[in-house]
C-alpha cells in the first residue's frame, strides 16, 4: 500500500522511497512522494486525515487491472476528479463510514469496515470550477517539480510576496484579505513564517501567478488582471514612480502643509509603499510638518496668552470658559494649560489672588442685596454677576445659589462640611421661595432652619425648639 509514502513533510518519506529503490531496483519511485522541504510550506492543513476518492476510477481500474489511490487526492484542497468532473467521495456509499487513509485492513477500493467495492460509473459529472481547475494544476505541478523546489531559495516567498506588496501597491491588510487572513499573518510571512499550501493557492490564484512561481521563481513583473482585479475591488489609486515622485516634490515645497498621512489618503496610495519607496521623500515631509504644526501651536499659545492677559488686566479670572469667549472660538484645553503655565512661570500676575479675589457665593449675596427684591429669580442673579465680574460660570452660580439657600434639601450635597447645625453660618444667606425664586434670609420671618441627623444622615430640617437670641 503505498500510502505510506503519503506523509507530505516527512522526511521518512523520502527515506523510504529510496529504499524501495534499492531492493526492487526501480527508479522513479521518489517522484510519486508528494514531499516538499519543511522550509516552504507549513504543515497545517495540508493533507486529509481521511480517504476520498474518485468512484469512476476505481470502476475504469478495475476493467484494466490497475486499481490505485492517486497522491494528489489526499490533499485537502483537492475537491474533484479532473479526468471524470466527479466529487471526490469521503464516506462509504454501503455503511456512510469515513475510512481513514491507512488501515491494516486496508485494501485499494474497497471499505475497510464493510469491505464493499468502492467504485462505480452512476456519478453524474459535472463542470469544474476555475477555482477546482486551479488547484489541481497547481497541486500537480507542486507533486512533479517536488524535487526541484528542494533545492530553491528558502527566502524566495518572501521575496516574492513583498514585491508584490511594491508591484502593486497593496497594504498587508488588503493582501491578507485575498488569502482569507488578517494583516497580522501577512506580516509574520513577510518575517520568515510559513504560509499554509490553502493560503498560498487563495493568493495564487487572486494573483495570476502559479505555487511554484512563488516558491521558486522571483517575480517582479506585473500581471494585468491582478492589476483589474485591485482596481474592481479596492478605492487604491495605482500611480507609476514617475508621477509619485513629482506630486511628493509639490507637497515638499509646500512646506509642511500636508501631513503624509493625508497626501495617501487623498492620492489612495499605501502609507508604508511610499515610505519604502522613497524613503527621502517621505522623511523630508514627515518633518517639515511637524515643524509646521510646532510653530501653528506655539501661534496658537500666544494668541491664548494675549486673551488671558486682557481678561487679567480686566481683573476677570481666566477660565477656560472666559478665554473661549475673549476669543471667540474654542480651544484645546492642552493648550490653554500650556499658555497658562507660561504665564505663571513669568510671575506678571498671580492668577490665584485673582481667582479668590471674591468667591461666588459673595457675588451672589451682593447680587441679592443690591436688586432688593422680596423675590429674585436665578436668572436676575447671573444677570447681574455676568455684567459685574465678567465671565463666571452659570452652573457654579446655580451651586451657590443652593448651597446659600437655607430650606433646600438639596444644599447638603454641595456643602464642603456638612456638621449638625442651626443655620447661623456665613453660608445661610438665602431662602428659597420655589419655581427659581430666592429672598434673603430671615430668620423671624421664616423660622429657624439648620441641618440634623435623621437614620444616620444629615437632612435639612426646620428647628421649632431653637429659641430666637434676639427675644431673649
Known amino acids: 500500500n503505498h500510502n505510506v509514502l503519503n506523509a507530505f513533510f516527512s522526511h521518512f518519506s523520502k527515506d523510504a522511497s529510496n529504499v524501495l529503490e534499492q531492493m526492487t531496483s526501480v527508479n522513479g519511485l521518489t517522484s510519486i512522494v508528494p514531499y516538499i522541504h519543511k522550509n516552504y510550506l507549513s504543515r497545517k492543513e495540508v493533507h486529509r486525515v481521511n480517504l476520498a476518492w474518485c468512484p469512476i476510477c476505481f470502476e475504469e481500474g478495475l476493467k484494466s487491472g490497475q486499481v490505485y489511490e492517486k497522491l494528489i487526492w489526499n490533499f485537502k484542497d483537492v475537491e474533484i476528479c479532473k479526468e471524470h468532473g466527479v466529487k471526490l467521495i469521503q464516506k462509504c456509499p454501503n455503511c456512510n463510514s469515513s475510512l481513514k487513509v491507512l488501515s491494516w485492513r486496508s485494501r485499494v477500493g474497497y471499505c475497510d469496515k464493510c469491505h464493499c467495492w468502492l467504485g462505480s460509473k452512476n456519478y453524474k459529472s459535472i463542470e469544474p470550477s476555475e477555482w477546482d481547475n486551479w488547484v489541481y494544476k497547481n497541486i500537480e505541478d507542486l507533486l512533479f517539480n517536488s524535487r526541484n523546489i528542494d533545492h530553491m531559495d528558502d527566502h524566495q516567498f518572501q521575496i516574492n510576496l513583498r514585491n508584490i506588496i511594491d508591484l502593486y501597491n497593496i497594504s498587508c491588510r488588503r493582501l491578507g484579505m485575498l488569502c482569507g487572513q488578517n494583516q497580522a499573518i501577512v506580516r509574520n510571512w513577510l518575517n520568515g513564517s510559513k ?160 481667582k479668590n479675589q471674591l468667591p461666588v457665593w459673595q457675588m451672589v449675596k451682593e447680587a441679592v442685596i443690591s436688586l432688593d427684591y422680596k423675590a429674585i429669580s436665578y436668572a436676575d442673579i447671573k444677570k447681574y454677576i455676568l455684567e459685574h465680574y465678567g465671565t463666571v460660570n452659570e452652573d457654579t452660580i446655580t451651586q451657590a445659589i443652593i448651597v446659600c439657600s437655607v430650606n433646600l434639601t438639596n444644599r447638603i450635597y454641595y456643602l464642603k462640611k456638612c456638621s449638625i447645625r442651626s443655620a447661623n453660618g456665613q453660608y445661610d444667606l438665602l431662602y428659597s421661595l420655589g419655581r427659581g425664586l430666592v429672598t434673603l434670609y430671615d430668620p423671624v420671618k421664616h423660622g429657624y432652619w439648620g441641618i440634623e441627623t435623621a437614620n444616620g444622615k444629615p437632612v435639612v430640617k426646620l428647628l421649632d425648639d431653637v429659641v430666637n437670641p434676639d427675644l431673649e
Open 195 to 354: 504560509p499554509t499550501l490553502h493560503n498560498l493557492l487563495h493568493l495564487s490564484h487572486k494573483s495570476g501567478y502559479t505555487v511554484l512561481e512563488l516558491l521558486t521563481k522571483e517575480i517582479n513583473y506585473p500581471n494585468k488582471e491582478f492589476f483589474d482585479f485591485l482596481e474592481r475591488t479596492t478605492n487604491k489609486r495605482h500611480i507609476n514612480d514617475f508621477d509619485l515622485k513629482a506630486l511628493l516634490n509639490e507637497v515638499i515645497n509646500s512646506k509642511g502643509e500636508m501631513s503624509l498621512n493625508k497626501f495617501c489618503e487623498e492620492n489612495k496610495i499605501n502609507f508604508h509603499s511610499i515610505q519604502r519607496k522613497f524613503p527621502i521623500e517621505a522623511q523630508i515631509i514627515i518633518q517639515n510638518y511637524e515643524t509646521n504644526m510646532k510653530s501653528e501651536k506655539c501661534q496658537k499659545i500666544n494668541n491664548i496668552k494675549r486673551a488671558i492677559y486682557n481678561l487679567l488686566d480686566r481683573k476677570v479670572y481666566p477660565s477656560l470658559m472666559a478665554v473661549n469667549n475673549e476669543l471667540g472660538y474654542r480651544i484645546d484645553v492642552y493648550n490653554y494649560n500650556s499658555a497658562r503655565k507660561i504665564i505663571q512661570d513669568e510671575k506678571k500676575y498671580n492668577t490665584r489672588e485673582i
